[in-house]
């Protein structure tokens, strides 16, 4: 079972917070022995990721459905709740979401028979430049719930 709760110091409004509170997803385990529970705190941009990486997959993949679908199920109420109680949120989900569907046309692209080396590069960058718009926009949603951006990013310039 994992429980989406307690986001450490980040306020929130009370109905996403009850929303939040009794989220439990079971997964399946990839045998049939013993299942392991864990539960994790997730920052409002952590969580609206997430839930939108797996609207995504469930839409594009829908052989991996069971799982995915299980837990959009379970978690929708909490995303929901989360864009009426902080409408500037919704343009920020929105842009986000859009950042999802080009990095999955990237990351395809880059599988795709024939790609060369000059052409593989090309779409890292390409990637790279996602994942950076990727990061801002997480963190404006977190400045969104809480006043402060809790994801910082830091690279070796070597």
């Known amino acids: 079972m994992i429980r989406r709760q307690n986001f450490s110091g980040i306020e929130r409004p009370e109905k996403f917070h009850r929303a939040l509170r009794d989220i439990s997803i079971e997964p399946k385990g990839l045998h049939d ?13 952590e969580f609206l990721d997430r839930y939108l990486i797996y609207e ?29 109680e902080r409408p500037a949120l919704e343009p920020l989900a929105e842009k986000l979401r859009a950042v999802h569907t080009e990095l999955w046309d990237l990351e395809s692209s880059t599988r795709a028979e024939g790609v060369d080396d000059t052409k593989f590069g090309i779409l890292a960058r390409a990637i790279f430049a996602r994942n950076d718009e990727r990061h801002r926009l997480k963190s404006a949603i977190n400045t969104c719930f809480s006043g402060a951006n809790i994801d910082h990013r830091h690279y070796d310039n070597r």
């Open 56 to 84: 995504l997959k469930s839409q594009r993949a829908p052989e991996q459905g069971g799982s995915v679908d299980l837990w959009l199920d379970r978690v929708r109420s909490a995303y929901q709740a989360a864009l009426v």
């Open 33 to 45: 022995g013993p299942r392991f529970l864990f539960s994790v705190s997730l920052s409002a941009a």
